[in-house]
């Protein structure tokens, strides 16, 4: 049964089992690599993108439930040549090392940021979950509040 | 294995006109023989590197790094090096992995680059190239490691450019100077850009011997610089190996026996040729592979796949098995020294309180971030491999072993890497890919692994086990010191791979690196290990020996401070009486720990300190222990001196890096075994640590002139035993066993 979404603003019908999960669905079938695939168990966030606004475990999230919704990757982010706000800030505070889950970290701090603006840093500890096996941690906690502070002088 | 041969290689600066003009300079290397000393000796004399300058016409400046990029920095540290001698900005050269097949110059005949790696993980990769066919030409020098090669590198291709400058102005070169990518003729307005000069440039004879600046005179190295890869990696548009894709292939997911030891007993495709996607099933060592049309499509075939097992050697090797066979080791009769200084058993004999303790830790997974993954596509008698390996020479063995095909055939891609840990120091990854693509000649196949099969198919930090015996002099100095160890040898178990003979549990140095050389001063000293084996895969992981004999050294330290009512920084600085290096490392970081100050109820603080991979890092914990036993990790203060320094920022995020690491592994690392098979298989039972359970973080450094340490492993050794000293310190139980969630640590 063809299912049909938007995927960074651009509407897609796909023809595929309704219980692949959307990692799956970007990464092999749109070609979007960007998101990762770490552990396949919703456990460690590498896989995070947006659907219609909120932040997601999309290796365990199948296809099916998107169907008529909107759903972002950390392509979708930047607008044309201006970074979203969090990955700016992960420039300026040198976070990413290998580089592998931030996709998904950018993705989970962005949701965050969209529903409390300032987070404290007991918000931070309970929303951002995803592991880093590079331990770039506490570049993100500062990085979280200096992408809080420019949203708010936005 | 005989006596241990002196190995040289000969490093050739060369340079030439590029494809479509422009320059480019770098290294080719020449090894005499392959010999048979230990990695010790290579890791002072084989630090290799072939960093590319290519400058095109139009003044670009491309730095080809050759090295894995596994979040270490290495993509800008190398250029960071050669824009210092090169005179041009950091931000206005472009990186990129150069093809290996000489796309830089066709002279270079050598496919399969050496990939940067410290201690064992170059000794093993050295031991291949020293297999493979190698011809360079050029001229001759030694090499002294990647800090001046870099460098020389800039300053030769800087001074081709200057001579053609001049010769073009009629001057001599010493009128001439270079600046930001111009070379420019002293008190005049007369200018050319690199670009406007390179392609003569090439043709020029490569000056050697250059002096190279002065360290006051740097510009770019010693100060923090933003790392080149990163803007990529925010957009999510870095590819990493599990990324690529090719037209046409097909996806790979493999089935491993679970047991260590174990084979395939059966399988029946029946039950799976019928679901969605299905290609094929083809056996691969120790496994099998499902090949279907999607990644997702090949998980699910793999996980409904009617198959049994057979647990083989792994039969009846547990947790408990392990460790009581470990203890036995130690008592047993098969003992090998390492290191030997006065008369131990003499002191010990004649003293009325000698100390003992005994300590024991368990294996440990890696979890790379990206799970193991390789793609590979087979054509006749030749074969491409993409894969994030830390070292292309590794991926290209894989290749042979899993095809047959001679690497020298073999033409490797290497990706980012999603962390490597020494994981990737493997070839079982490309192996499996390749075995499937030599199946599907033709089609390329990208092979990705669960994470599951990523975690119980580790090649694991092996379980060690030690004991310690000391006895102290008048004045609090130690008389005496026996330390044994017992665990697999790595280097035997990374030689079976490689089909290298490389190192018996005798000569393998991993065992009991950070035990032996210790800077400690013990007036006699003796260093022995056990050998033990069994079927688990073993291999390096961040830091090898030096993660398990650090907490082994840095806890019995403590114990013996304790023993002996003594103060454990003061106890530590007075064994470093002739370790100045080390004693001011200790001291800075006591000093910005505020050790003297008092801490409060039920909080404590722990000091280790611990030298690998020519750097010494020093860190203080602070912790804090609930009544019930929950406890917190609160701070880390660390202090490395690591030589001179390249990227300040770097080294910091690599010290932060290695502390999460090891503090990982100290709260929850344990693979424990049934029958040989991991009983942990992802991150609901094989924990990471997460943000908040992240410690505040306070790094320095201590320049020196000193040799140029490694920064991505020295943090994660002192981690553990700063941590469990702190425990002491807050509440008196003393830690000899790790991960500390089966600690009860709750005070009776
Ligand atoms: S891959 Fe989805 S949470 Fe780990
Ligand atoms: S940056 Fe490597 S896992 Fe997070």
Redesign the pocket.
């Given at each position: 049964m063809p299912i049909t979404f938007r995927v960074n603003g651009v509407a897609r019908t796909l023809d595929i089992e309704g219980d692949t999960p959307l990692l799956w669905v970007l990464r092999d079938e749109l070609g979007l690599t960007g998101t990762k695939f770490g552990c396949g168990v919703a456990a460690c966030g590498?896989c995070t993108v947006h659907v219609d606004g909120s932040a997601v475990r999309s290796c365990a999230y199948p296809v099916e439930a998107v169907a008529g919704a909107e759903v972002r990757t950390i392509e979708g982010l930047a607008n044309g040549d201006t970074l979203h706000r969090v990955q700016q800030a992960w420039i300026d505070h040198q976070?990413?090392?290998?580089?592998?889950?931030?996709s998904g970290?950018i993705m989970a701090v962005v949701d965050l940021l969209d529903t409390v603006p300032n987070p404290t840093d007991e918000d931070i500890d309970f929303a951002i979950t995803n592991?880093?096996?590079?331990?770039?941690y506490s570049r993100i906690r500062k990085a979280i509040h200096a992408a809080a502070k420019a949203g708010e002088d936005a | 294995m005989g006596t241990a041969l002196q190995i040289t290689k000969r490093a050739f600066m060369i340079g030439g006109v590029a494809v479509g003009g422009g320059m480019v300079v770098g290294y080719a290397y020449l090894r005499d023989k392959p010999g048979t000393a230990g990695f010790e000796d290579w890791g002072q004399k084989a630090e290799a590197l072939n960093a590319w300058v290519k400058i095109t016409p139009a003044n670009e400046v491309v730095i080809a790094v050759p090295h894995a990029e596994m979040?270490q920095g290495v993509y800008t540290a190398i250029p960071m090096l050669i824009c210092e001698e090169l005179e041009v900005d950091l931000d206005s050269v472009r990186v990129e992995h150069p093809d290996l097949d000489g796309k830089y110059i066709n002279e270079y005949p050598i496919k399969h680059e050496v990939g940067l790696e410290s201690g064992p993980i170059l000794w093993v990769i050295m031991r291949i190239i020293a297999k493979m066919p190698m011809i360079a030409t050029g001229g001759s020098s030694t090499i002294r490691g990647r800090y001046d090669d870099a460098r020389r590198i800039g300053a030769a291709t800087r001074e081709m450019l200057i001579a053609e400058a001049a010769d073009r102005w009629g001057v001599a070169p010493s009128e001439c100077y270079a600046r930001k990518g111009q070379v420019h003729l002293r008190g005049q307005d007369y200018m050319f850009t690199y670009g406007e000069l390179a392609e003569a440039a090439a043709l020029r004879d490569m000056p050697s011997d250059i002096p190279l600046k002065e360290k006051k005179n740097f510009h770019t190295v010693g100060t923090p610089q933003r790392r080149l890869d990163i803007p990529a990696?925010v957009k999510g548009e870095a590819t990493f190996g599990i990324d690529v894709v090719l037209p046409g292939m097909l996806y790979a997911v493999p089935r491993f026996c679970p047991h260590h030891g174990g084979t395939v007993a059966a399988y029946n495709i029946a039950s799976v040729e019928t679901m969605p996607g299905f290609k094929a099933v083809v056996p691969i060592t120790d496994g099998v592979a499902v090949v279907a049309t999607s990644t997702w499509r090949a998980m699910k075939i793999a996980n409904a796949l009617d198959i049994t097992f057979d647990p083989g050697d792994g039969a009846g090797v547990t947790h408990d098995t392990v460790a009581a066979d470990l203890r036995q080791a130690l008592t047993g009769d098969t003992i090998f020294t390492a290191e030997e200084d006065g008369d131990v058993a003499a002191t010990f004999a004649a003293s009325d309180d000698v100390f003992e303790a005994s300590y024991d830790l368990p294996y440990l997974a890696h979890t790379?971030?990206?799970p193991m993954n390789a793609t590979v596509r087979v054509q006749g008698d030749q074969a491409e491999v993409w894969s994030g390996s830390q070292s292309p020479t590794l991926a290209a063995n894989g290749v042979e072993q899993g095809t047959g095909i001679s690497t020298s055939n073999v033409t490797t891609y290497n990706t980012f890497l999603?962390?490597g840990f020494g994981r990737r120091a493997e070839q079982d990854f490309v192996r499996a890919a390749a075995e499937v693509a030599k199946a599907f000649e033709g089609t390329p196949i990208k092979m990705t692994w669960p994470r599951e099969e990523d975690v119980r198919r580790d090649i694991f930090r092996p379980a060690a086990a030690a004991t310690f015996k000391a006895t102290l002099d008048e004045q609090g100095g130690v008389s005496a010191l026996h330390a044994r160890v017992a665990l697999q040898s790595v280097m035997a178990g990374v030689g079976e791979r490689f089909g290298l003979a490389m190192a018996s549990p005798e000569t393998d140095k991993t065992m009991e690196d950070g035990l032996k050389f210790s800077p400690y001063h013990f007036a006699s000293r003796l260093i022995d290990k056990a050998p033990y084996d069994n079927p688990i895969l073993i291999g390096n992981w961040r830091s090898v020996g030096h993660s398990h004999n650090a907490f082994f050294m840095e806890s019995f330290i403590d114990e013996l401070a304790h023993h002996s009512g003594q103060d454990p920084f003061a106890f530590r600085a007075k064994l470093l009486q002739n370790a100045p290096r080390q004693k001011n490392v200790l001291a800075h970081v006591a000093r910005i720990a505020n050790w003297e100050s008092p801490i409060g109820a039920g909080r404590g603080r722990g000091i280790a300190l611990h030298t690998s991979f020519e750097s010494t890092v020093g860190e203080v914990a602070e912790v804090s222990v609930a009544a019930d036993g929950s406890f917190t990790v609160d701070r880390v203060y660390c202090v490395i001196d690591c030589g001179p320094v390249v990227n300040p920022d770097t080294v910091k995020a690599q010290m932060e890096s290695g502390i999460v690491y090891g503090l990982t592994a100290a709260l929850y690392g344990e693979v424990t075994f049934e029958d040989g098979a991991a009983q942990q298989s992802n991150f609901t039972d094989y924990e990471a640590l997460r943000l908040y359970e992240t410690p505040e973080m306070i790094v320095e450094i201590v320049e020196s002139d000193d040799r140029i340490g490694g920064v991505g492993e020295p943090s994660t050794p002192p981690i553990a035993p700063a941590v469990t000293n702190a425990i002491f310190n807050a509440v008196g139980i003393r830690v000899r066993t790790l991960p500390l969630m089966n600690v009860n640590l709750r005070i009776a």
């Open positions: 590498a976070v990413p090392q290998c580089g592998y889950c931030q970290m592991i880093c096996r590079c331990g770039t | 979040g990696k790379c971030m990206e999603g962390g």
